[in-house]
């Protein structure tokens, strides 16, 4: 009963901390973006500029609409296997991406308070021009954190 009192009162006091974490996108592992956004595009999306991201090794483009949450549709680049067990197991949705304010404030806060894990190396974005990692949460979901620096679609 006080592991479960205790886990109750850690979150509750984390709320200061979430003021750090804007959510940005949902990130989408294809093979094909620019087949997988014609789907998106019958929702009204359009589309930014296709990005390459060596760090990870994707290609990339943001679909954007004003009333949806916006999504980053990724492929692997030429002999590159960032994706291949999201697309392998057949799962679309891969992490949802968050910009923070504080960037070794909010990993330290995942980390050391509600017990996640980073599992990337912690790189300056292609696309983002600040730093990023990915977290795993206790409930294997995958978090993106991008650091703020004219964060942009």
Wanted: proline fraction near 1%.
């Amino acid at each position: 009963m006080e592991d479960n009192l205790s886990q109750l009162l850690k979150l509750e006091n984390l709320y200061d901390e979430y003021k750090h974490f804007k959510f940005h996108h949902i990130g989408i592992a294809t093979t094909n973006i620019e087949k997988s956004f014609e789907d998106y595009q019958c929702l009204g999306y359009k589309k930014s500029d296709i990005y390459i991201d060596e760090n990870i090794g994707v290609k990339g483009l943001f679909a954007t609409n004003e009333n949806m949450p916006a999504l980053e549709l990724l492929e692997n680049l030429l002999n590159r296997h960032s994706l291949d067990i999201y697309i392998n197991h057949f799962i679309k949705i891969f992490h949802q991406a968050y910009i923070v304010d504080d960037f070794k404030y909010c990993c330290d806060v995942l980390v050391n308070k509600l017990g996640c894990k980073i599992i990337s190396d912690i790189y300056i974005s292609t696309y983002f021009k600040g730093k990023c990692c990915y977290i795993r949460t206790p409930d294997k979901f995958i978090l993106e954190l991008i650091e703020d620096s004219s964060v942009r679609y």
